[in-house]
């Protein structure tokens, strides 16, 4: 599933491309595909795409037309993507909306999605901010030190659970958890309110490294992630944790990496990892 770093790099590279453009037509291929805003439709030809950016795990395309403004905000979900090319696409018939784009190099934008987690939302400003306030907590690229030392600490839950809720912290999935809580020496099951603040700290510089490693890797390719272009990201490569279960430490411990079987799989190495 697209997390923060893979939806940042379809982000960059739409940016690359799109910015300036004026979307000529909007289509949608399935009705169902369109959560909100099936009305608001017919505005977007004709508009021109001033801005994109990330929402926690969404993508938002600002479009201005005749001094009004709308948002196209895709949520990528399991298997959600963005492609020039609709040949870039392994199932052709799974492409949702397709965009055509006059005054840039890029003449389409399609949305791709077999599996239907994701979704399209057309917004107005107010509905854009309604639906932010809604869904997400601070970003997790973007919230300070304090803050988030401020946000562990008061949560009484375990910490892999907090990291995966979006309402608390934007942008994480199940991937990029099991890397953080690795690399900054704490279980998954640890509980925020006993963290100590050296240890707080340390997983927030901790996951700030590993997101931005992981973007300028392009993403993690595991099973159907690309980019835009087609091209795979290869943060993947360096997972350390993540589907690692069974092989040493790489921290050198000379122990195993556990696999703990939940609603979402956590991995992590019982020595280097303790719950306090």
């Known amino acids: 599933m697209p997390e923060l770093p893979e939806v940042e790099v379809v982000v960059r590279h739409l940016k690359s491309r799109v910015l300036g453009a004026t979307l000529e037509t909007l289509t949608i291929h399935r009705a169902d595909i369109v959560r909100t805003g099936h009305d608001l439709t017919p505005w977007f030809p004709g508009a021109q795409i001033t801005q994109v950016h990330r929402m926690g795990k969404c993508v938002v395309m600002t479009c201005e037309r005749s001094q009004d403004t709308r948002y196209l905000l895709s949520e990528l979900g399991m298997t959600g993507l963005w492609f020039f090319q609709a040949t870039l696409a392994t199932s052709p018939q799974h492409i949702h909306c397709h965009i055509t784009l006059s005054g840039t190099h890029t003449s389409d934008l399609h949305y791709w999605n077999p599996r239907r987690f994701g979704r399209l939302w057309l917004f107005d400003?107010?509905?854009?901010?309604?639906?932010?306030?809604?869904?997400?907590?601070?970003?997790?690229?973007?919230?300070?030190?304090?803050?988030?030392?401020?946000?562990?600490?008061?949560?009484?839950?375990?910490?892999?659970?907090?990291?995966?809720?979006?309402h608390h912290l934007a942008g994480i999935g199940n991937i990029y958890a099991n890397e953080i809580l690795f690399r900054a020496n704490v279980h998954p099951h640890a509980k925020g309110h006993h963290l100590r603040r050296a240890s707080s700290q340390r997983l927030h510089q901790t996951m700030q490294e590993v997101l931005r490693e992981a973007i300028t890797a392009g993403g993690s390719s595991i099973q159907d992630f690309r980019a835009p272009n087609g091209s795979q990201g290869h943060f993947q490569?360096?997972?350390?944790?993540?589907?690692?279960?069974?092989?040493?430490?790489?921290?050198?411990?000379?122990?195993?990496?556990?696999?703990?079987?939940?609603?979402?799989?956590?991995?992590?190495?019982?020595?280097c990892q303790k719950k306090r």
């Open 237 to 271: 490569d360096a997972h350390q944790v993540y589907q690692k279960d069974g092989l040493p430490c790489p921290h050198g411990c000379s122990t195993l990496i556990k696999r703990l079987q939940e609603e979402r799989s956590s991995f992590f190495c019982p020595s």
């Open 125 to 166: 400003a107010s509905g854009l901010e309604a639906f932010r306030q809604r869904r997400f907590g601070p970003d997790a690229l973007a919230i300070t030190q304090d803050e988030f030392c401020h946000l562990v600490h008061s949560t009484r839950g375990q910490l892999k659970p907090f990291f995966l809720n979006q």
